[in-house]
């Protein structure tokens, strides 16, 4: 292989493998993979997490000339990759937010002396001008972008900051570029090479067959039956039970407990101290059955989980097979099981069709923030969703489509239970490596963070989910950590709070082509969102091996490949007539049998509203009784289609409400009735209290 007048051949490659790396062999691809980068080839590559993807650029690194300039989006992740290459005696550093001004002065001044084989950096640093000017006077070997498919709208992950990374080539000459990602469609990766401007580009994807998996799909008379059956069959090792919605862990867990299967339901809505404790339970096999949401996963890195079941439909294959794929990560037999009934009212279909802004909605909204925002003379609106939804008239889903697009453009930075932490600095800068030499490596990392962020003023404040991602750790395990540095007299810890609200960032928001642009926007993830659940779809009725099926979608695919242990290569294919119907392309017909007869009714309810002086009044209105309108009435509010003031429900009623639910969220009706100062009827009652929840978001 002849580089720039230089010879890489098999002996040199496996050379460096062996005494720079320590390794005695590469893993199956990798070699393909390095070879392409060493002969100057853009590069793209789709590995699993623990396929061997950082030796496919390191080692290209060391053997070329030049310093070799890693995007990656993970504080953590540079820390340790740089710290495991300097104990390999690879010269390497990182920059990010972490470090002091000082110690940036003193990389940057390295890299252009060409010290370094390999810098890491975090995409927000290219719009630095100190980085950039440094970068001109430097001579960089090759672009590497990890976790790739943060740049594609199509990806799971899309990060805006990732769209600045092509600007580098604004400031140094046009070199190889080699791309990296765990996950990534077809339409991810032509996606990624469409926008770096990867030439002739050299496509590899590896390693997503799961031998040890078998993967299960059926349609069961009873799915709570057929999950007793499952859990029987699979008594040795652990479990994990995936089910669409909060209340659902809940019941699961509940209807379990009551068969004598312990159980713990896990979902996004509990306190972070109950949501750790369960996972410390987990991993330290206090209890081996989870019932949980999506919420469930992130640093849950169990070897013995026998059986995933998936009790709804999944919106995505990349979220089945990621959920799926933390059974068996001790390479033992182990099974996936996916349960649907022809029945289910599925969360996709309801969200996609019911519950999915449209350009209606769209300038609602744009034109509700900018009349707050001029009436207040404030850039800030405070509110939950649920009481933002309430303030524009519209659903709370369709609400978070909303400000999520416009968080994403930059036309807003919005908060959603974002925690917030005030703290300022105690500890001096002489004493920083006294103080973080006992630190364990990312300990030390948030430190230094959170200290060269405060250390020049009075007050710093931080959003810790922000944080938290960037150090790739659970929002539990930072907000310890922060804590921690309070009770040793490092820092001091002046507020400590969730907030929730948005802050307007640009004033164009409501002009006719920004809005044509946000409008189009919204109709691409509309799309995005009925093709990837179109998938899903496909995915129970064909007859081929279901893991072939799913290599194929990642672009992995063998004709000839069977695993010989899915449904399809042990029954052949699935009878599923009758789900069609009920899939994503006809899912107005299952809407149309309850969730638009509901909407009916919520609309019927909204219309009455405001002539009505009681519940008796609106119940004669709408033909019902007062017990069944209470019902519907809660329904509505808890769904967000009933925003309207419903003036014969007193607002110290809901008030006292909402003190009584601060203090305990899961009071019952009945207990939250007696603890009130006045007489109080159940239908009245329940929509009082549906209302203080919604204002709540318990």
């Given at each position: ?7 890489y ?10 005494n ?8 199956p ?8 980068i060493l002969s100057r080839?853009d590069?793209?590559a ?32 540079m ?6 290459l ?6 390497a ?22 010290d370094?084989?390999l810098?890491?950096i975090a ?16 001579n960089?070997?090759i ?28 400031y140094?000459p ?20 469409k926008y770096?401007?990867?030439?002739e580009?050299?496509?590899?994807v590896?390693?997503f ?5 078998a993967f299960?799909t ?8 057929r999950?007793l ?11 994990i ?16 407990n ?9 979902n996004g809505?509990?306190?972070?101290n109950?949501?750790?404790e ?13 019932v ?19 009790l ?12 799926g794929?933390?059974?068996g990560?001790?390479?033992?037999s182990?099974d ?15 969200f ?8 209606r ?5 744009t ?8 009436t ?25 489509v909303?400000l ?9 930075k919005f908060?959603?239970d974002?925690h ?10 002489d004493?920083?490596?006294?103080i ?19 250390k020049?003023k009075?007050y710093?404040q931080?959003?810790?989910k922000?944080?938290a ?12 950590e ?23 960032l640009?004033?164009?928001l ?16 509309k ?8 998938k899903?779809?496909?995915y129970?009725?064909t ?20 695993c ?19 899939h ?6 299952k ?29 004669k ?25 419903i003036?014969?429900?007193p ?6 409400i ?13 207990q ?10 159940f ?8 209302i203080?929840r919604m204002?709540?978001?318990?």
């Amino acid at each position: 292989m002849q580089v720039a007048g230089i010879m890489y051949s098999e002996e040199k490659i496996l050379n460096v493998l062996h005494n720079v790396f320590q390794l005695e062999q590469f893993r199956p691809g990798q070699i393909e993979i390095i070879n392409s980068i060493l002969s100057r080839k853009d590069t793209f590559a789709v590995l699993p997490t623990g396929g061997g993807k950082s030796l496919c650029f390191q080692l290209p690194a060391v053997m070329s000339e030049g310093t070799a300039l890693v995007v990656s989006p993970l504080i953590s992740l540079m820390k340790d990759q740089v710290d495991a290459l300097k104990q390999k005696g690879i010269s390497a550093t990182y920059l990010n937010s972490s470090i002091s001004d000082e110690a940036q002065k003193v990389r940057l001044a390295k890299l252009t002396n060409g010290d370094y084989k390999l810098l890491y950096i975090a995409p927000e640093r290219i719009s630095s001008s100190r980085f950039t000017n440094a970068l001109q006077k430097s001579n960089v070997s090759i672009l590497i972008v990890d976790e790739a498919h943060c740049i594609s709208e199509w990806g799971h992950n899309f990060r805006p900051n990732y769209l600045k990374i092509k600007e580098i080539f604004n400031y140094i000459p046009k070199v190889p570029i080699a791309a990296f990602t765990a996950t990534a469609t077809p339409e991810v990766q032509k996606d990624i090479v469409k926008y770096l401007q990867m030439n002739e580009t050299q496509v590899y994807v590896r390693g997503f067959a799961r031998e040890n998996l078998a993967f299960q799909t059926e349609i069961p008379k009873n799915k709570n039956s057929r999950l007793l059956e499952l859990l029987n069959l699979h008594k040795k090792g652990s479990k994990i039970i995936y089910v669409g919605s909060r209340k659902a862990t809940v019941k699961v867990a509940e209807f379990l407990n009551e068969k004598n299967i312990p159980a713990l339901a896990y979902n996004g809505g509990m306190e972070i101290n109950e949501r750790k404790e369960i996972q410390e339970k987990f991993l330290k096999n206090e209890t081996n059955l989870i019932v949980a949401t999506n919420a469930f996963g992130m640093g849950i890195d169990k070897p013995d989980v026998r059986l995933v079941v998936h009790l709804d439909l999944p919106s995505t294959l990349e979220a089945y097979y990621q959920e799926g794929g933390r059974a068996g990560r001790d390479g033992k037999s182990s099974d996936c099981f996916l349960l649907y009934a022809k029945n289910d009212e599925s969360l996709p279909s309801l969200f996609i069709f019911g519950a999915f802004p449209d350009a209606r909605d769209l300038r609602k909204v744009t034109k509700g923030i900018l009349d707050i925002v001029e009436t207040s003379k404030n850039f800030f609106i405070q509110g939950k969703v649920t009481e933002l939804a309430h303030k524009f008239n519209i659903t709370s889903n369709k609400l978070t489509v909303i400000l999520k697009l416009l968080n994403r453009k930059d036309y807003i930075k919005f908060y959603d239970d974002s925690h917030f932490l005030q703290y300022s600095i105690i500890a001096e800068n002489d004493d920083m490596q006294k103080i973080t030499k006992n630190f364990h490596q990312n300990r030390s990392a948030i430190f230094q963070y959170l200290y060269h962020l405060g250390k020049d003023k009075k007050y710093a404040q931080i959003d810790l989910k922000e944080i938290a991602s960037e150090f790739a750790i659970t929002l539990e395990s930072l907000h310890s950590e922060i804590s921690s540095f309070d009770s040793l007299g490092l820092i001091n810890i002046q507020k400590d709070r969730t907030y929730s609200g948005l802050k307007l960032l640009r004033s164009d928001l409501a002009e006719e082509e920004v809005l044509d642009k946000l409008i189009q926007d919204l109709e691409f993830h509309k799309q995005l969102l009925i093709t990837k659940a179109d998938k899903v779809l496909d995915y129970l009725r064909t007859d081929r091996c279901k893991q072939e099926f799913i290599l194929d979608y990642f672009g992995e695919s063998s004709p000839e490949y069977k695993c010989g242990k899915c449904t399809s290569c042990v029954f052949g294919p699935m009878d599923i007539s009758g789900i069609e119907d009920a899939h994503i392309h006809n899912y107005e017909k299952k809407i149309s049998r309850k969730a638009i007869k509901d909407r009916e009714l919520y609309d019927k309810i909204s219309l009455h509203l405001p002539t009505s002086n009681s519940i008796d009044d609106l119940a004669k209105k709408m033909k019902l009784t007062n017990p069944e309108l209470a019902n519907l009435m809660q329904s509505a509010i808890e769904d967000g289609w009933l925003v309207t003031e419903i003036k014969f429900i007193p607002n110290d009623l809901i008030k006292e409400i909402t003190n009584l639910l601060n203090k305990n969220s899961n009071l019952r009706l009945s207990q939250i009735r007696e603890r009130l100062n006045s007489e109080v009827e159940f239908p009245e009652l329940r929509v009082a209290v549906a209302i203080a929840r919604m204002k709540l978001g318990v």
